[in-house]
């Protein structure tokens, strides 16, 4: 299994609404991370995951919360977001988060808009 | 810190010509570059990665990409562009280490147009 699943591929959310996003690999990688694009825009990092544990927040505002279940899992819940945050959100996964040498493997995304 | 800068927001080529992609790197260390492909409305696949084993890089899709210390670049190349071809690419860099850990970063991408 070489991929990165994402669910939902789409969502559509209001203001109050809380959700989650779901992210899955079964490749024995063991760092994950959250990325951020906007339409004609490159990912932008949010979040690092090295072994479970929460290694970089790139300053993302609170009602982004990331959550590491387990080695293959990595979940994002949505709370009160605004409609500004309606974009594209990837998962990625790399096999260690220490080394460089390795590159990403990205998920197809959920597209979020946020009404 | 490493960075990358991709030359040309927006390139337009005939189909069955050269496509050239451009990609200047800022790094005080051997850079780890990247290229990747993103179609409409999907996530990004990996084209090739340049960890200093070889110069001339070959992907998937029939690209290659050539580092060049002197010019501080990597350029993605394809002899025949292909109707398919037509997607975003981003030209990306892991910043960091062994001590820091590695945020991959991309430069601002460059949209390919294939015509007919």
């Known amino acids: 299994d070489t991929e990165v699943t994402q669910t939902p591929k789409h969502l559509v959310m209001g203001m109050t609404n809380k959700k989650s996003l779901k992210c899955e690999q079964h490749?024995?990688?063991?760092?994950m991370y959250w990325y951020k694009q906007k339409a004609k825009k490159p990912p932008e990092l949010m979040f690092v995951?090295?072994?479970?544990?929460?290694?970089i927040n790139e300053s993302v505002p609170s009602r982004f919360s990331p959550e590491c279940p387990n080695s293959s899992l990595l979940n994002l819940h949505l709370h009160a977001l605004q409609p500004e945050d309606s974009a594209l959100y990837l998962c990625?996964?790399?096999?260690?988060?220490?080394?460089?040498?390795?590159?990403?493997?990205f998920g197809s995304g959920t597209r979020l808009t946020v009404v | 810190a490493q960075s990358v800068t991709q030359l040309g927001s927006h390139v337009s080529v005939s189909e069955g010509a050269l496509v050239l992609l451009r990609c200047n790197y800022s790094?005080?260390?051997?850079?780890?570059l990247f290229w990747y492909v993103q179609y409409p409305n999907q996530g990004l696949q990996l084209l090739l990665k340049?960890?200093?084993?070889?110069?001339l890089v070959k992907g998937i899709n029939g690209f290659e990409a050539e580092f060049k210390k002197s010019e501080t670049s990597f350029h993605l190349t394809k002899p025949s562009a292909h109707m398919s071809d037509a997607a975003e690419y981003f030209c990306?860099?892991?910043?960091?280490?062994?001590?820091?850990?590695?945020?991959?970063?991309f430069g601002e991408g460059t949209q390919l147009t294939v015509n007919p």
């Open positions: 995951y090295s072994y479970e544990k929460l290694s």
């Open positions: 340049y960890t200093s084993a070889a110069t």
């Open positions: 490749m024995g990688h063991r760092a």
């Open positions: 790094s005080s260390v051997p850079p780890y």
């Open positions: 990306a860099v892991i910043q960091g280490g062994e001590t820091s850990g590695s945020r991959l970063t």
């Open positions: 990625a996964s790399s096999q260690d988060w220490g080394h460089r040498y390795y590159g990403y493997t």
